[in-house]
Nanobody
């Protein structure tokens, strides 16, 4: 059974940092990409960042470039999202999702349009001003 479990969310002040974790199990981690998405109240879901474990390629939304860093620990089957210089606009529920690395590669910079069939339960990030 595929499982993705996010952790690390919380309340932080404007300019602060958080590190989210996505622990994966039930599939061959090295063959997949892991994407981070977020959804704020009243807004549609948006792709934040993605790392393809097949080739190590990473992608970032323009809104988080230079502030967020995605990384993977294959030994722990865990992907991290380091979020620095957080802003109130980053407030949302953050989800991680899994997609075959070959499909992530096919979509390239439009990675968030992939199927993303497996999702975690989400973790709340709140940035206060």
């Amino acid at each position: 059974e595929v499982q993705l479990v996010e952790s690390g969310g919380g309340l932080v002040q404007d300019g602060g940092s958080l590190r989210l974790s996505c622990a994966a199990s039930g599939f061959t981690f090295d063959n997949y990409g892991i994407g981070w998405f977020r959804q704020a109240p009243g807004k549609k879901r948006e792709g934040v960042s993605c790392i393809n474990n097949v080739d190590g390629v990473t992608y970032y939304a323009d809104s988080v470039k230079g502030r967020f860093t995605v990384s993977t620990d294959n030994a722990k089957s865990t992907v991290y999202l380091q979020m620095d210089s957080l802003q109130p606009e980053d407030t949302a529920v953050y989800y991680c999702a899994a997609e075959l690395g070959s499909i992530v590669s096919m979509y390239g910079s439009m990675w968030e349009r992939g199927i993303w069939g497996s999702w975690g339960q989400g973790t709340q990030v709140t940035v206060s001003s």
